[in-house]
Structure formats: C-alpha cells, structure tokens
C-alpha cells in the first residue's frame, strides 16, 4: 500500500460547523433560522461520511465558548439538541451509528443530558460509525480535566510525575480511547481551530472552505475527502511512516 492509498478515508474526521447565523442573515432571516438549516445539512453528512466508510465522525454542535451568546440563542440550541436528537435517534440506531457526547455536562438542562444518556445507552453496542457530538466541549478545559486527573493519581502515590507519558495525558482526555482525527473540516472561511480538541489534532490535515455550514453537503464531503487522500501525511519524519507506525509521530516536529 503506498502513502496515498493508506489514506483514502480517513479513520476520523472532524468538523467544526460554521456559518449558520451568516447563512440566516443572507436570507434576511433570524440566526435561528440558520441553526434550522444547519441540522439538515448535519444529517446528510452524518450520511455521507458513513457511507464514505469514516470509522469517527465528530462534530463540534457547541463550545464552552458558546455560552456567552445571548440567552434566546443559547436556549433555542439546547432546545434544538433535544428535538434533533429525538427524531433522528431511530434512524441513527437503525444505521448501526453509535452515538456518543464529550464536554462538559454540568451546565446542560438536565432535558438535553436525559436525552444523551439515553442515546448512548440506546446505540452503545452498535457496530457502525461512531458519532461523537461535543457539547459544552472546550479543548483547554478537557485537557485541565485531564491534568487534575493525574493530579489525583500523583496525590494518592499510584504515579510519578517522571513517569507521566503522552500516553497518559491522552487516556484522560475525551475520545481517549478512539484514534485522533485524520482530517479538520472548518466550514464558514475562518482559519483557526476555536478550543477544539487542541490535543488530538496536532497531526490532522487541516481543511478549510468558505461554504457556509448549511450548504456543505455530500458534494462538499466528497471534496474534503478526495483533498485529504492527495495528501502526504509525515506526522514530522521526512518521508511518511510505514504502514504500521501510521499513527505514531516522530520525537521532532
Ligand atoms: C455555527 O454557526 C454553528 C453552531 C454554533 C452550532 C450549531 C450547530 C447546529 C445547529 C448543527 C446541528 C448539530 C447537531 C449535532 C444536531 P454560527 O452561529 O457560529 O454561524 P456564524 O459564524 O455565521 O454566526
């Protein structure tokens, strides 16, 4: 298998979905409206990229950021959440998707945390692509939670801080237990990463586009990932790894 080819889908993508309230004000309409727009073109990628043969989809539905928008806007989001998940469950279960959260839940509405926790435990032993929605999530705070973590473990003698390893940080983080993304889509022409899984995608191929989230659609999939298979994936050697140290990065940058 060349370089190339090991790539053609990649095993985790993740998106951060931009442009709704744009999207919304184009059309002279509320923000809302947008948000309305945005959960239809969220099924039809969830689609797309099972269909595709993406092992990970996740999606960034709201940051840790996200609070500090005006309180309408917050609460018809929390309120999207709870109805999109209720209808789309079945279809998402009957898919073999399994559906799982990250961020932080304690400021949610105990209505939208009922609904996720059934929904895991619902799709927990579904054998098709995992589905992960970051809600509440902010990549600096999910490492501090990862910190403390082995704080506590330092605290209580069962580790020394000498000792500590990537490997260790990384267990403790959200998505510890799946790969990191292969490839970033931000859609809605900003370049940079907003507080989003900081540490898992120091290796991801980085893909940004102007569309607007609402209009991103299967075409648009289909050309992220024909980009990321054209590309060379080094993880900081000269040349690309073997296949089997695929997702081992090198000790340089
Ligand atoms: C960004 O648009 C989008 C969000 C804040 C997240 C909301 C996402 C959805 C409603 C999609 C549905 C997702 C799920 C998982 C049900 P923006 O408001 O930042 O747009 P702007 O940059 O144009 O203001």
């Not at 002279?28 to 990229?49: F, I, S």
């Not at 690309?240 to 340089?252: C, V």
């Amino acid at each position: 298998m060349n370089p190339v080819s090991m790539n053609v889908v990649p095993r985790h993508v993740a998106i951060i979905m931009d442009g709704n309230g744009r999207w919304a004000t184009q059309r002279g309409q509320p923000r809302l409206y947008g948000h309305e727009a945005g959960v239809r073109a969220t099924r039809a990628v969830v689609r797309a990229c099972r269909d595709a043969g993406v092992s990970v989809l996740t999606l960034y539905a709201f940051s840790s950021e996200n609070w500090f928008r005006p309180a309408a806007e917050v609460g018809f989001l929390l309120e999207l959440f709870v109805r999109t998940m209720g209808v789309e469950l079945d279809t998402l279960h009957a898919e073999g998707v399994r559906v799982r959260f990250i961020g932080d839940r304690a400021r949610l509405p105990q209505t939208l945390t009922a609904v996720m926790e059934a929904s895991e435990r619902r799709t927990a032993d579904n054998p098709g692509m995992v589905l992960v929605i970051a809600l509440g999530y902010g990549g600096r705070q999910d490492l501090v939670q990862g910190v403390r973590a082995l704080g506590r473990r330092i605290e209580a003698a069962t580790l020394r801080a000498e000792e500590i390893t990537e490997a260790d940080l990384g267990a403790t983080l959200a998505l510890g237990d799946l790969p990191d993304p292969d490839l970033l889509i931000r859609t809605g022409g900003e370049y940079r990463i907003s507080n989003f899984l900081l540490w898992h995608l120091a290796y991801a191929e980085l893909y940004f586009c102007d569309t607007l989230w609402p209009d991103f659609g299967p075409a648009e999939l289909s050309s992220a990932l024909a980009w990321y298979g054209g590309r060379e994936r080094r993880f900081g050697r000269t040349e690309p790894p073997s296949s089997g140290a695929m997702m081992e990065p090198a000790d340089d940058q």
